[in-house]
């Protein structure tokens, strides 16, 4: 059975389990990807995982995608991380090890997307939950929304997404949340720059479709000549990210999409991009 599903709206109801990975496209370009296995809490299982690179490799393939959130069907959970199981499975070292390669694929898989990622944290975000959000661009979350690395709790440790954190919090801060294992309500994870917006529960819907539908009205090829130098100039030398980033600009200064966009601005009309 595949691991992700159109999402369908007024369907008849059949016999089959509900997908764990659901997957929709709007016609603003929007793919929405929802984790569903409310059950389990979203826990990160190998069919969660698959469907979720499943669903991340047909946004990037499929031209009218423009724009990707990762959002929740569950009430108060976004994803409660990892399945905890998997850890006291009799299993040889070398099947544990394979067993961690989609983590890996799928971190790669979001940084190279090409296309802007935004995540719906509606509820909770732990554990390797949250190394997927912050392979994402953007992540707004509800007020009821909290964060955390709670592995150091029950013996383990979040080395999978480690480096993601490390990207994207503070040194001391980020030893605070590896080490401690708390959780942070989505203000102290705001304060530490894991998430951009907070909303009230009435206002977070309309603030994620407002800013996926933003991102997906950019033009597709600058956004992606951006993203990919976002991607690869974060660890370089400055004199390498300079001369790295000059060229980019040259390369983008190529594009049908710039000189529309300029002029669409002087002209003050909506810019029709090409793509290219």
């Known amino acids: 059975m595949p691991s992700v599903s159109e999402q369908s709206s007024g369907a008849e109801p059949t016999a089959h389990p509900p997908q764990p990975v659901l997957y929709a496209v709007a016609e603003n370009g929007v793919a929405t990807i929802t984790l569903n296995e409310p059950a389990t809490r ?31 069907s569950h009430e108060t959970v976004f994803s409660s991380g990892a399945n905890l199981s998997g850890f006291s499975i009799d299993a040889p070292l070398v099947h544990r090890h394979f067993a961690t390669e989609r983590f890996v694929a799928l971190f790669k898989l979001i940084s190279a997307l090409g296309k802007p990622t935004l995540v719906a944290a509606s509820g909770h975000v732990l554990a390797g939950a949250l190394g997927i959000a912050l392979a994402c661009d ?28 490390y990207r994207n919090v503070p040194r001391k801060k980020a030893n605070e949340l590896l080490l401690l294992g708390e959780r942070w309500s989505a203000q102290q994870a705001l304060q530490a720059g894991i998430v951009n917006r907070v909303l009230p529960a009435e206002e977070f819907e309309q603030a994620v479709q407002e800013w996926a539908a933003k991102l997906a009205s950019k033009s597709p090829v600058i956004m992606r000549l951006g993203k990919e130098a976002m991607r690869r100039q974060m660890d370089m030398d400055l004199d390498d990210a300079l001369d790295y980033l000059r060229a980019q600009l040259t390369l983008a200064s190529s594009t049908e999409d710039i000189v529309e966009g300029v002029t669409a601005f002087f002209q003050k009309r909506e810019p029709q991009w090409r793509g290219r």
């Open 138 to 165: 953007l992540i707004v979350a509800k007020e009821e929304a909290t964060f955390g690395t709670p592995e150091i709790n029950v013996g383990a440790f979040p080395f999978m997404i480690m480096a993601l954190i």
């Open 42 to 72: 979203n826990a990160l299982s190998a069919e969660v995982l698959q469907g979720l690179i499943d669903a991340f490799t047909r946004a990037r393939d499929e031209e009218a995608v423009r724009a990707v959130v990762l959002a929740s």
